[in-house]
């Protein structure tokens, strides 16, 4: 009995004496903190490694310019308190639909970009105009993509199976099913009852009706710019036979350095200097970050948007085209009303799209990344291949989709579904594996994804069995006429 009363009295005098310490916690996240480290004490820890736990508004506002972190002079935020569970979970509670009454607070689960928004405005900003926080409206809301799902999941795939799937990357709908009653190790307690969570998909739809999941890249709680700064972060959602950006990487002269020097790369330098924080570029370098010569200049600003260095969409859709110029792409039509930025035969929708001039001047951006470490030649040479390789790839994305018109047209397929036949299928494999494989290679540099590894071998490969295949649908059709 004295043993459980002493154990008792000097858990108290921990939590006190930690708490008292640390006079810039506010009294809110004190309170939080002091169940909150019995309850969840990975949490915990996560927070206390980070620098929300270590800086407060007031310090990080007085930084230089190249090295703050925060963007806002809100009066919503108290600026002499470092960053605390209350600060994030209670911030502007009455947006949103999952607040609920918690041990005297008002609190929401779903922190969303909006919460982040008030000190980091301008991250918040540029990430709205990236496609990553259009991800979940651009494949839920285009009725062919709907039909790309179908055909990609079982035939009538239920809301579960689809978070579990396409929606995992791209990011679900989190919304408020319900209130439940939970015995907890502190007693009941009331919670709400979330439907289409957990998730940390780009696009996720908040319950506050905000788009994106900062924790994507950033997760909780250690919210680090190193974590987002390494490739692994990257290749949770940019891996599979369509998207294979980091397997492209990892065998690329760029990614071999990478995986040799990771230990000697600096990721916690903000800004970071070409050349002595890193002397191979990971996907942050070349995608997000803020870039330094010796001397402080500035080679390239930090963005948050993404797109902005991004000429063209290599991602076919289904031939590579210029970007689009709104990140909102259901709305895009094509003169038969598909939902898509080509004509089926090649052609661009160009209303949509960004103009040469745009994309001359994204091109540039991403090259004076490349020149603070090459020379001009090297760097010029580089992007003529690359623009050869979106040339030769959509050509040959057309020869496969004329034998698939010719089928549609001949009537031994049927184009009210586009991906669900069999030669259907095999023209999905020639711009979706294919024809992007190779576009991947050559802009990020992984040679065999290019060639014998889901490249132009299979380009080619595909294309001959699309042509028999049609050859055998003909003549099967003669035979039963
Ligand atoms: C009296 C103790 C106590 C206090 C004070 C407290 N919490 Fe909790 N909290 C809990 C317990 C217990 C749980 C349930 C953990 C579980 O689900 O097993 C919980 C759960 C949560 C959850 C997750 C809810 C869910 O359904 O996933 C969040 C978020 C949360 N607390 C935030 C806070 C914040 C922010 C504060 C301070 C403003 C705070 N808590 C104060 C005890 C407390
Ligand atoms: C910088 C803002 C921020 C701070 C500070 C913060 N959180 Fe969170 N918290 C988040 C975000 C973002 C999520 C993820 C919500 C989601 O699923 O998208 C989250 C999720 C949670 C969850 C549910 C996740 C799970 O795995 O069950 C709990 C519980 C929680 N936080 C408790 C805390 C506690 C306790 C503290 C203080 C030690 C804290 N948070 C500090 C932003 C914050
Ligand atoms: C109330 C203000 C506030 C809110 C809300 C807030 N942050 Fe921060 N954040 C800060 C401060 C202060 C720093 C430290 C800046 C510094 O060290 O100069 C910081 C730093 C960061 C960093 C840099 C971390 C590093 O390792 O250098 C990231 C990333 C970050 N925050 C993400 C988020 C995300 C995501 C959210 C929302 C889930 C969020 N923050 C919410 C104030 C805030
Ligand atoms: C492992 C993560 C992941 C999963 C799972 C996933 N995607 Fe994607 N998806 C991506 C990424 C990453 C991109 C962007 C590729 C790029 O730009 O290089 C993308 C882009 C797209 C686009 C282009 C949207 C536009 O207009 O910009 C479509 C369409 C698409 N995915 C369909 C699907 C479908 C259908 C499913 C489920 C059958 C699915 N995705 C599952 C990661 C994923
Ligand atoms: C949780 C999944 C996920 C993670 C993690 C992720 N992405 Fe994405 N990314 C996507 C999806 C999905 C899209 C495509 C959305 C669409 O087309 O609608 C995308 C699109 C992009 C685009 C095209 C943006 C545009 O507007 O053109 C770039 C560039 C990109 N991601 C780079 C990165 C980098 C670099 C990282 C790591 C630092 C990363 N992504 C981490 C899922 C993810
Ligand atoms: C696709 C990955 C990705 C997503 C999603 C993402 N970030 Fe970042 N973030 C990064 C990278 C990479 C860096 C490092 C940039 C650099 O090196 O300059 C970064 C840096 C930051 C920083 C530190 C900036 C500085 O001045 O050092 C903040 C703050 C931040 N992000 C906030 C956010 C917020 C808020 C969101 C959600 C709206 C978000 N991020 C979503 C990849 C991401
Ligand atoms: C050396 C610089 C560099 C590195 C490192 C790099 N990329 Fe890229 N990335 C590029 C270039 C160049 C393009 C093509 C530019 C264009 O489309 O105009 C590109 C294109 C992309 C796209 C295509 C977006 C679209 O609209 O179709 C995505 C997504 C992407 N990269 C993600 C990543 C990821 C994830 C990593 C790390 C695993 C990475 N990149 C590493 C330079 C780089
Ligand atoms: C931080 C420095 C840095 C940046 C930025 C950088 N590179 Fe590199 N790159 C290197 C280093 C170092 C090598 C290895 C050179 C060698 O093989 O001897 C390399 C190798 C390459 C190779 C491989 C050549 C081969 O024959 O295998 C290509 C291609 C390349 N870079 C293109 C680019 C392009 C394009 C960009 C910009 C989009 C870029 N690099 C940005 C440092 C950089």
Redesign the pocket.
């Known amino acids: 009995m004295f043993k459980y009363i002493f154990r008792i009295f000097l858990l108290f005098f921990l939590f006190t004496a930690t708490s008292f310490a640390e006079d810039s916690i506010s009294v809110e996240t004190r309170a939080c903190l002091s169940c909150h480290r019995i309850v969840t004490p990975g949490i915990v820890k996560d927070w206390e490694a980070s620098v929300h736990s270590k800086t407060t508004l007031k310090e990080a506002l007085n930084k230089n310019s190249l090295s ?2 925060v963007s806002t002079n809100s009066t919503l935020a108290k600026d002499d308190i470092v960053i605390g569970c209350a600060e994030c979970h209670t911030a502007n509670s009455e947006l949103h639909k999952d607040t609920f009454e918690h041990n005297g607070f008002k609190v929401h689960i779903v922190v969303s ?1 909006k919460d ?1 928004a008030i000190c ?1 405005s301008k ?2 900003e540029e ?1 709205n105009k990236n496609l ?1 926080a259009e991800a979940y409206g651009n494949l839920k809301d285009n009725p062919l993509y709907a039909k790309l799902i179908k055909s990609s999941l079982e035939p009538s795939p239920n809301t579960l199976s689809e978070n579990d799937a396409c929606l995992a990357c791209h990011g679900t709908k989190v919304e408020v099913k319900d209130k439940v009653v939970k015995n907890t190790m502190l007693g009941e307690m009331e919670f709400p009852l979330l439907s289409g969570w957990p998730n940390n998909g ?1 696009g996720r739809i908040n319950p506050d009706g905000s788009k ?1 999941a ?1 924790t ?3 997760p909780r709680h250690s919210f680090s ?1 190193e974590i ?2 390494k490739p692994y972060t990257c290749s949770q959602c940019h891996k599979g036979p369509d998207v294979p950006a980091y397997k492209v990487y990892v065998v690329s002269k760029h990614g071999n350095i990478f995986y040799s020097e990771e230990k000697n790369i600096n990721f916690k330098n ?3 200097k070409a050349g002595e924080d890193f002397r191979v570029p990971t996907c ?1 370098t070349c995608h ?3 870039i330094v010569d010796s001397n402080n200049n500035v080679i390239i600003e ?1 963005s ?1 948007q993404m797109n902005d260095r991004l000429a063209w969409r290599i991602f076919g859709l289904i031939y590579a085209h210029p970007h689009p110029k709104d990140s909102y792409t259901a709305k895009i039509k094509n003169k038969k009303g598909l939902s898509l930025p080509t004509e089926l035969t090649g052609e661009f929708v160009k209303e949509f799209l960004i103009s040469k001039r745009g994309m001359k001047k994204r091109e540039n951006k991403m090259k004076k990344i490349c020149i603070s470490c090459h020379s001009t030649s090297w760097t010029e040479n580089f992007f003529s291949k690359f623009h050869n390789t979106i040339k030769t790839t959509n050509e040959q994305t057309l020869e496969a989709t004329k034998i698939l018109l010719k089928a549609w047209e001949k009537s031994v397929a049927e184009p009210s579904n586009p991906f669900d036949e069999t030669i259907e299928k095999m023209w999905v494999e020639q711009w979706l594996f294919y024809a992007n494989s190779v576009r991947f290679a050559s802009a990020m540099g992984g040679a065999d994804y290019g060639v014998f590894e889901k490249g132009r071998w299979y380009l080619n490969k595909n294309i001959q069995n699309m042509k028999e295949w049609l050859m055998f649908l003909l003549k099967t059709k003669e035979v039963k006429n």
Request: aromatic share 4%.
């Open positions: 703050k972190k970009p982040c980091h991250e918040v990430y990553m780009v994106g900062c994507s890249c950033h710019i987002a700064r903000t800004p970071l942050a997000v970050s803020l930090r948050h």
